[in-house]
């Protein structure tokens, strides 16, 4: 009975919620953004993301994967290729706005280089009313790398990851 009981609350208890359908995991698209949910460490963690990959190689160039605690705020990831100078800033620019901070690689894993991102509420306006997110790295050789990323689809995902994650 004490078992029973405390797997009731596990499941009512904020952050427990089912997902629709009592789905044991979730995907959805919108617009050139994914979201998913899943279960993590007991609780239902969801994110938004887009990964891009090389049409002719289908190897994977970026991957931004970010969470959305509030649908004014996201923190997350992005991962960019190898080839990179990983000692030369990292710079987002939102449309034809003027670049962001300067941001530093965290590390190198197998799929790629990481650095952090942190959107606060006028960032998150910006994105959401955007087209296009730019990264611009610097390649080892000392010329210009820009990636694009699309934010057609962007609004909707994040209020759909919030929404998803309460």
Excluded: Y
Excluded at 44 to 66: F, G, M, N, P, R
Excluded at 139 to 157: P, W
């Amino acid at each position: 009975m004490k078992a029973l009981i405390l797997s009731i609350l596990a499941v009512a208890a904020p952050g427990n919620q089912p997902l629709p359908g009592g789905a044991a995991s979730l995907q959805e698209i919108h617009g050139d953004w994914r979201v998913a949910c899943a279960p993590q460490n007991g609780r239902k963690v969801c994110a938004l993301s887009q990964q891009q990959t090389d049409k002719d190689t289908h190897q994977l160039l970026l991957v931004v994967e970010l969470n959305a605690p509030a649908t004014d705020k996201a923190d997350g990831t992005l991962i960019l290729p190898f080839g990179l100078a990983l000692d030369k800033p990292v710079t987002l620019q939102i449309d034809e706005g003027a670049p962001g901070p300067a941001l530093r690689f965290r590390t190198c894993l197998p799929v790629g280089c990481l650095v952090g991102l942190a959107f606060d509420p006028p960032t998150v306006s910006l994105l959401r009313n955007g087209t296009t997110l730019t990264v611009r790295a610097t390649a080892d050789g000392g010329q210009g790398a820009a990636f694009k990323i699309s934010l057609n689809g962007f609004s909707g995902a994040l209020d759909r990851a919030v929404a998803l994650g309460k």
